[in-house]
C-alpha cells in the first residue's frame, strides 16, 4: 500500500542517480570497497548473483545495488530480495564492516528472508543515513537502546523481522522521522510517550506485535499524519482524543484486533480523507455514529466482530469496495439500499447481521465484481440460482446458517468459484457434478438426497443430509 509505493519511488530516485552521477573514478575509497567486500564475505548464498560484479580492484561504485553521488564515495547500498521467493535472495549475515561507509545515506538490504543475526548495529554508526529498510529479513533480538543517535534519520522501515523487547525510548530524538514502519515483529511493552515528538511523521505502522496498555494521547502533534496501524496488538481501553486532530489528513486508521472497548468516537465523523477504517475484532459496543454518512471516501470499512447495536447509517457513498459489518448486534432486517447500489464491491461480509429476507429479492447494482460474499447467520431464504448467474468472478460464497431453500441440482457455478458453504440451510436435490472444481465446500445439515459426484472432499462436507450415499459417505443401494 503506501509503504510499498514510497519505497518504489526511491528506487525509482536510486536508479536516476545511477544513471546521473558521476561513477568514472577507477576505484572506490578503500574504506568502502573494504566494507562491501567484508560484507560479501557474510553472505554465504548468492543464487541470483547480485553480488557478481563486486570484485576486488574495480570501482565499487559501478558495482550492482552501489550509488557514488559527486564523490567517490558511497552513498547509496541498495539490494532489495524476493520475500516471496526466497530461493533468489541471499542468504547470510549483515557484516558489522558496513560501518566503512561513512557517507552511506540510504541502505536497503530488504526482503532477504534467509539474512540472520540481530539489529545491525553497524548503522549506528553511520552519521549521515537518512533511509534504512532492513525489512522482511530474518533479524532477531531487542532494538538498541541508543537508536535515537541517527538524528538525520527519515525513513525506517524494519517490519517482517523477528525483533523483540521495547520499543527503544530514544526514538523521541528522531525528530525528522516520517516513516516508521516497525509491524510485523515481536515487540513488547507500551508505546513510547516521545513518540509524540515526531512532528513530521507521515506513516507510523506498529501493527503485528505485542505491544500493549492503552493508545496513549500523542496525535495531536503529527499534523502531517496519514497512516496509522495498531492492529493485532494487546491494547485495550478506549481511542485517545487526540486522533480527533488526525481528521484533516488521515487516510487509514487500522486498530483491529487488539482489545479495544467504548463508544465510536464521534470525531471518526470528520474523517472526510479516510480511505480505509478497521475497527474490527475489538469490543467496541453501542451505535454506529450517524456521522458515518461523511466519510464520503471510504474504501474499505471493517467494524466486524464486535458489540455494535442499533441500525447502521444509510451511507451515500459509492467507493466502498470492501465491506465487513459482520458478527455485531446489528438487526438490518434486509441487506441496506446503499449496499445494494454499490456499483464496484469486491468483499461483502454481514454475517449475524439480523437480515430476514428473500435472497431473491436482492438485485445488487453491480454482481458482475463481487469476489466474496459471507451471509452466513442470518434467516435469509429463497434461492441462489439467480444470483450465481449473474457473477462471473465469484471467488467465495458462504451462506451457511439460514433459510435458503431450492434444487442444488439447478445451480451453475462461474468458473472461477473456489469456496462454498451452504450448511444448514434446506437445500434439496442432488450434488452436481460441478462441486468437484472447488477447493473448499461445505454442503452439511440440508435435504440433499442421491449418489455423490467423485470429489476430494471429506465426508463432513456432506453430513447430514436426507439421503446422500457413495464416497466418502455409505455406498448407495443396489
Not at 489528513?249 to 474523517?271: D, E, K
Request: aromatic fraction near 8%; glycine fraction near 8%.
Amino acid at each position: 500500500m503506501n509503504s510499498l509505493s514510497f519505497t518504489l519511488f526511491i528506487f525509482a530516485v536510486i536508479t536516476f542517480l545511477q544513471c546521473s552521477s558521476s561513477t568514472g573514478a577507477a576505484t572506490c575509497h578503500p574504506d568502502d570497497e573494504a566494507g562491501l567486500l567484508a560484507f560479501k564475505s557474510g553472505i554465504t548464498q548468492d543464487p541470483s548473483g547480485m553480488l557478481s560484479s563486486w570484485k576486488k580492484g574495480t570501482s565499487c561504485c559501478s558495482w550492482k545495488g552501489i550509488i557514488c553521488f559527486n564523490s567517490d564515495r558511497v552513498t547509496m547500498l541498495e539490494l532489495v530480495g524476493f520475500p516471496k521467493k526466497p530461493e533468489r535472495s541471499l542468504s547470510g549475515t549483515l557484516s558489522p564492516s558496513l560501518a566503512k561507509l561513512q557517507h552511506l545515506s540510504v541502505i536497503s538490504l530488504g526482503g532477504h528472508v534467509n539474512i540472520t543475526g540481530s539489529f545491525p548495529k553497524f548503522l549506528l554508526q553511520l552519521p549521515k543515513l537518512r533511509y534504512v529498510d532492513i525489512q522482511n529479513n530474518r533479524l532477531s533480538g531487542p532494538l538498541p537502546a541508543n537508536i535515537g543517535v541517527l538524528s538525520l534519520l527519515e525513513e525506517i522501515f524494519l517490519q517482517g523481522n523477528k525483533f523483540t523487547g521495547p520499543i527503544p525510548n530514544s526514538i523521541s530524538n528522531l525528530t525528522r522521522l516520517s516513516y516508521f514502519i516497525f509491524g510485523g515483529n515481536l515487540l513488547t511493552g507500551t508505546i513510547p510517550l516521545g513518540i509524540a515528538n515526531l512532528k513530521l511523521m507521515q506513516n507510523l505502522q506498529l501493527g503485528d506485535n505485542r505491544l500493549s496498555g492503552t493508545i496513549p494521547d500523542i496525535f495531536e502533534s503529527m499534523k502531517l499524519l496519514k497512516f496509522l496501524d495498531l492492529s493485532s496488538n494487546e491494547f485495550y481501553g478506549k481511542l485517545p482524543l487526540s486522533i480527533a486532530t488526525l481528521a484533516p489528513t488521515l487516510l487509514a486508521l487500522q486498530v483491529s484486533q487488539n482489545n479495544l472497548s467504548g463508544a465510536i468516537p464521534n470525531y471518526i465523523s470528520r474523517f472526510n480523507k479516510l480511505e480505509k477504517l478497521d475497527l474490527s475484532k475489538n469490543r467496541f459496543s453501542g451505535v454506529v455514529p450517524q456521522g458515518f454518512v461523511n466519510l464520503t471516501n471510504i474504501n474499505n470499512l471493517d467494524l466486524s466482530h464486535n458489540l455494535l447495536t442499533g441500525q447502521f447509517p444509510d451511507l451515500t457513498v459509492n467507493t466502498i469496495e470492501y465491506l465487513d459489518l459482520s458478527y455485531n448486534q446489528f438487526q438490518l432486517e434486509t441487506i441496506p439500499q446503499w449496499v445494494t447500489l454499490l456499483p464496484s464491491v469486491f468483499l461483502l461480509k454481514l454475517a449475524k447481521c439480523g437480515i430476514k429476507m428473500s435472497l431473491d429479492d436482492w438485485k445488487p447494482a453491480e454482481p458482475l465484481y463481487y469476489h466474496y460474499i459471507d451471509l452466513s447467520k442470518n434467516e435469509i431464504s429463497g434461492s441462489l440460482e439467480r444470483f450465481l448467474n449473474e457473477t462471473r468472478y465469484l471467488l467465495e460464497f458462504r451462506a451457511a446458517e439460514n433459510k435458503l431453500r431450492f434444487d442444488m441440482g439447478n445451480l451453475t457455478f462461474p468458473r472461477t468459484l473456489k469456496t462454498l458453504d451452504l450448511s444448514r440451510n434446506l437445500v434439496f436435490g442432488k450434488v452436481p457434478v460441478t462441486v468437484a472444481g472447488l477447493q473448499r465446500l461445505n454442503l452439511s445439515q440440508n435435504h440433499l438426497c442421491g449418489e455423490l459426484p467423485t470429489t476430494k472432499f471429506p465426508a463432513s462436507a456432506f453430513a447430514g443430509n436426507d439421503c446422500l450415499c457413495g464416497s466418502p459417505l455409505s455406498p448407495c443401494k443396489a
